[in-house]
């Protein structure tokens, strides 16, 4: 187990390859799988839903890291447990009830994450951090992989890390979206734990490689 743990999207996978994308990953250094699931109407896409995780989960050997891109999450925590997933990430921006739904969410069993879009600043968290396992930082607006990474998301980063340190949270930081092997090592160095890569991984020529790579930069102090 490495300190800082790289989680491939499979959202930049080839859907009519799925299970030999799935088994590239289970075959490379990632500790985790990240799985995007988007609704069309708390983002402007629609990914995939309950049948095709289930495949997912079928073949992966990884903690599988669920990020729900969808409104009203409350009423699928249980599913997502039941599917498999691991760690369930709800938005902050889709929760009006977020510290019962962070409860609900750890009464599976699963690990709970929030994620902030880029213009939900860090402060947002202050009555809930103890209770989060895991922030995911936004780097891109939500929706689409293979967007440009945003600038301001290491000062998020070093803000947070000054949150959970100031109250001895144990929430674990993660970042997603447009990282690449430009970012990842002063992510890392800001404060970050988990990077996620989808484009950067699966556009690469050799993908067991491009994740060799990334797991090396998150992990040289
Ligand atoms: C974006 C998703 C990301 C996406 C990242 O809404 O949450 O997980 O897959 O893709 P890249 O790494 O291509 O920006
Ligand atoms: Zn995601």
Redesign the pocket.
């Known amino acids: 187990m490495s300190l800082n743990i790289i989680a491939p999207?499979?959202?930049?996978a080839d859907f009519g390859n799925l299970q030999r994308d799935v088994e590239m990953v289970n075959n490379s250094a990632a500790e985790w799988l990240?799985i995007?699931i988007?609704d069309g109407v708390f983002?402007p896409?629609i990914s995939f839903g309950m049948p095709v995780l289930k495949s997912i989960a079928k073949h992966s050997k990884k903690i599988l890291d669920v990020?729900l891109?969808i409104v009203n999450p409350d009423q699928y925590i249980k599913t997502f447990a039941n599917l498999g997933a691991n760690i369930l990430t709800v938005h902050y921006e889709a929760c009006p009830h977020l510290h019962r739904t962070i409860q609900a969410i750890k009464a599976t069993g699963m690990k709970a994450g929030v994620?902030l879009n880029p213009h939900t600043n860090i402060n947002v968290l202050e009555d809930t951090i103890n209770d989060i396992d895991l922030v995911l930082i936004?780097?891109?607006?939500?929706?689409?992989?293979?967007?440009t990474?945003i600038e301001n998301t290491f000062s998020k980063v070093s803000q947070l890390k000054e949150l959970i340190e100031r109250k001895r949270s144990k929430a674990q930081i993660e970042i997603?979206?447009?990282?690449?092997d430009t970012n990842a090592k002063k992510l890392i160095s800001v404060g970050a734990n988990i990077l996620?890569?989808?484009?950067?991984?699966?556009?690469s020529e050799n993908q067991i490689e491009t994740i060799k790579k990334l797991q090396q930069l998150a992990n040289i102090h």
């Not at 936004?138 to 967007?147: E, Y």
């Not at 997603?176 to 690449?180: A, E, F, L, M």
């Not at 996620?196 to 556009?203: E, L, T, W």
């Open positions: 999207s499979i959202l930049a990240h995007d988007m983002v896409n990020h891109m994620a936004m780097s891109v607006n939500p929706g689409f992989g293979g967007q990474f997603d979206g447009g990282v690449t996620v890569a989808g484009s950067f991984v699966f556009k």
